[in-house]
T-cell receptor
Framework: GAVVSQHPSRVICKSGTSVKIECRSL??????MFWYRQFPKKSLMLMAT?????????EQGVEKDKFLINHASLTLSTLTVTSAHPEDSSFYIC??????????FGPGTRLTVT | GNSVTQMEGPVTLSEEAFLTINCTYT??????LFWYVQYPGEGLQLLLK?????DKGSNKGFEATYRKETTSFHLEKGSVQVSDSAVYFC????????????FGRGTQLTVWP
């Protein structure tokens, strides 16, 4: 149990376009979902925390108008990268939490902006 | 501030060798500490955790002890297997906000038969 999926696993988009990444908890309801960004040879950087039905809380330095997060239900959160640029190319990972110290991670989405 | 420092990788070992991956932390308050593992093509999985000083987390032959005096949480395994090849992340949860994890950079482990 406690499986988190992400879709798509890989996406290539042109500069200036927007791309949406979905994160789903498949067999549990997640009170909180998190979005991370992982750079090569660097740790995961938390971008934002979202709770179902409320606005996401963004970490300092993360542009909320560029990285739109919607948490419409207890099993689905989406991250939309708007007006993507090559510097947004990265590995994006979501996680879902159902209780204290229980955080389950998705497999990640590789975004490449050309 | 809160941060985690992990030993730089990659680490390459022969099967049945002893493994240590160092992790030290800086945190306010009383954090909980975690080791996550990421196998190729998969998401991060919780390997073990410790929620207070002197606790020892263990799973699948891996162990780590929460040492408050040295602010460390080193990962050890007595005899590694090829299937242990993965990236290992040390992380801390400051505890003030549910699920707010601070990660180290990750250590790539490769085990050869």
């Amino acid at each position: 149990g406690a499986v988190v999926s992400q879709h798509p696993s890989r996406v290539i988009c042109k500069s200036g376009t927007s791309v949406k990444i979905e994160c789903r908890s498949l067999d549990f309801q997640a009170t909180t979902m998190f979005w991370y960004r992982q750079f090569p040879k660097k740790s995961l950087m938390l971008m934002a925390t979202s709770n179902e039905g409320s606005k996401a809380t963004y970490e300092q330095g993360v542009e909320k108008d560029k990285f739109l997060i919607n948490h419409a239900s207890l099993t689905l959160s989406t991250l939309t990268v708007t007006s993507a640029h090559p510097e947004d190319s990265s590995f994006y990972i979501c996680s879902a939490s159902r209780a204290a110290y229980e955080q389950y991670f998705g497999p990640g989405t590789r975004l490449t902006v050309t | 501030g809160n941060s985690v420092t992990q030993m730089e990788g990659p680490v390459t070992l022969s099967e049945e060798a002893f493994l240590t991956i160092n992790c030290t932390y800086t945190a306010t308050g009383y954090p909980s500490l975690f080791w996550y593992v990421q196998y190729p093509g998969e998401g991060l999985q919780l390997l073990l955790k410790a929620t207070k000083a002197d606790d020892k987390g263990s799973n699948k032959g891996f162990e780590a002890t929460y040492r408050k005096e040295t602010t460390s949480f080193h990962l050890e395994k007595g005899s590694v297997q090829v299937s242990d090849s993965a990236v290992y992340f040390c992380a801390l949860d400051r505890g003030s906000t549910l699920g707010r994890l601070y990660f180290g950079r990750g250590t790539q482990l490769t085990v050869w038969p």
